[in-house]
C-alpha cells in the first residue's frame, strides 16, 4: 500500500554549501535550474501523494514563501526555527501531522534519476509493516554522482541491512528516501537526535531493510557536487 504522508527534511544549516549559495537556504539551491526541494516534491506528487510535512529552520521564511506557492502536493510546515532537532528529532516532531500510518522520508538535498519504475512506487510495494520499521532506498556506492564516502549499509539476500563498521568499506548508500513506520519512533529519546539511532535499534530488531535504487543518484551536498549533477542531467537528456 503506498503511504498517503510523507516528511522532507530541509531544516539542515547546508554548512558545506556557503558562500557559494549566499542567503539561499540548501534546499533552494538550483540543479539544472530547478530548485533541489522540489525534485522531492515533484516525486511524491508524482506517487499521489498529497500531503506534505516540511520541517524548517535556516533561512525558513525564505523556503516558508517558496513552498507557499505550491498546488500539489499540499505542503505543512513543521517549524523548527526554535530548535533544530537533528533528522530523528525532527521527524518526531512532526509525527502528529504525519498521522498512524506508514508514511515517506525524503531528504531535500538528494535527487535521483528514475529506471523503468518509479523508486518511490518501488519502495512502495516493498513495503511490509508487519515485518518492517524501515525500508531505506539504497544507491551503490559505485556511480553514484557527488558521493566519495566508504558506504553506509551492506545488504542480506533478503534485504536486511547492516551499518558500516569504522574502518570497513560497504557497497551501499543511503539514498536519503525512505519508508518509516511510526513504530520506529516507539522509546525515542525527546529533543534533538539523529534518525541513524533508529536505525541502528531496527537493525538489531532485524526490522531494517533495504531496497537499491533502479536509475542513478546524486547527493549534492557541495557547491562541486551541483556541477556534476548538472553534467548528469544533461547527458542523461
Known amino acids: 500500500m503506498t503511504p498517503n504522508t ?15 549559495v549566499g542567503d539561499v537556504p540548501k534546499p533552494l539551491v538550483k540543479v539544472g535550474g530547478k530548485p533541489l526541494i522540489d525534485y522531492g516534491l515533484d516525486r511524491l506528487a508524482e506517487a499521489g501523494i498529497e500531503r506534505v510535512v516540511v520541517n524548517v529552520h535556516y533561512l525558513a521564511d525564505t523556503l516558508e514563501r517558496h513552498l507557499a506557492v505550491r ?64 525500508l531505506l532506498l539504497l544507491a551503490p556506492t559505485a556511480g553514484s554522482v557527488g558521493y566519495s564516502g566508504r558506504g553506509d549499509f551492506a545488504m542480506a539476500p533478503d ?19 525512505a519508508i518509516l513506520s511510526p513504530a520506529l519512533f516507539a522509546d525515542a529519546p525527546a529533543g534533538a537526535f539523529p534518525l541513524t539511532l533508529l ?39
Do not use: C, Q
Request: hydrophobic share 50%; glycine share 10%; net charge neutral.
Open 71 to 134: 498546488k500539489a502536493p499540499r505542503v505543512v510546515i513543521s517549524d523548527e526555527r526554535g530548535e533544530l532537532l537533528g533528522t530523528g528529532g525532527g521527524i518526531a516532531k512532526a509525527l502528529p501531522e504525519l498521522g498512524d500510518a506508514p508514511f515517506f522520508l525524503i531528504n531535500s538535498d538528494t535527487f535521483w534519476l528514475d529506471g523503468i519504475k518509479p523508486n518511490l512506487a518501488r519502495l512502495a510495494k516493498g513495503f511490509d509493516a508487519d515485518t518492517i520499521d524501515a
Open 6 to 20: 510523507a516528511i522532507v527534511l530541509a531544516a539542515g544549516l547546508g554548512t558545506r554549501m556557503r558562500p557559494y
Open 159 to 177: 534485504g536486511r541491512l547492516r551499518r558500516r563498521t569504522e574502518r570497513e568499506v560497504v557497497p551501499f548508500v543511503y539514498a536519503g528516501a
Open 199 to 237: 536505525f541502528d535499534r531496527a537493525a538489531e530488531r532485524e526490522r531494517l531493510f533495504g531496497l537499491r535504487l533502479e536509475g542513478l543518484w546524486m547527493h549534492v551536498g557541495t557547491p562541486e557536487a551541483v556541477a556534476a549533477a548538472e553534467a548528469a542531467l544533461a547527458a542523461a537528456v
